[in-house]
Nanobody, 117 residues
Framework: QVQLVESGGGLVQPGGSLRLSCAASGSISSINTMGWYRQAPGKRRELVAG???????NYADSVKGRFFISRENAKGTVYLQMNSLRPEDTAVYYC???????????WGQGTQVTVAS
């Protein structure tokens, strides 16, 4: 079993930056993929970024060039550096982890990111 805890969310002005952190505990060695989902009211859940143990990354088109995912595999930590934030980035961001490529089995509790002036 894996437990995930996110941190780093908050209120930021458009154009600003935030760095989200996620700490995994439990069966860290069993994790293949880690990433970040987000969900805003009235919108579908969206995979923002994902990264495998081997370093393969995937980003949503809406965040390419602005958001960057990184991992420390041995520690089970994952980060999301968010730059040039826009109001439409406002959402609850969830850390996710999966045992295989292409799927996520564990979710954190979420951290709120609000982009507004």
């Amino acid at each position: 079993q894996v437990q995930l805890v996110e941190s780093g969310g908050g209120l930021v002005q458009p154009g600003g930056s935030l760095r989200l952190s996620c700490a995994a505990s439990g069966s860290i060695s069993s994790i293949n993929t880690m990433g970040w989902y987000r969900q805003a009211p009235g919108k579908r859940r969206e995979l923002v970024a994902g990264m495998t143990n081997s370093g393969y990354t995937n980003y949503a088109d809406s965040v390419k060039g602005r958001f960057f995912i990184s991992r420390e595999n041995a520690k089970g930590t994952v980060y999301l550096q968010m730059n040039s934030l826009r109001p439409e980035d406002t959402a609850v961001y969830y850390c996710v982890a999966g045992m295989y490529v292409g799927g996520y089995d564990y979710w954190g509790q979420g951290t709120q990111v609000t982009v507004a002036s």
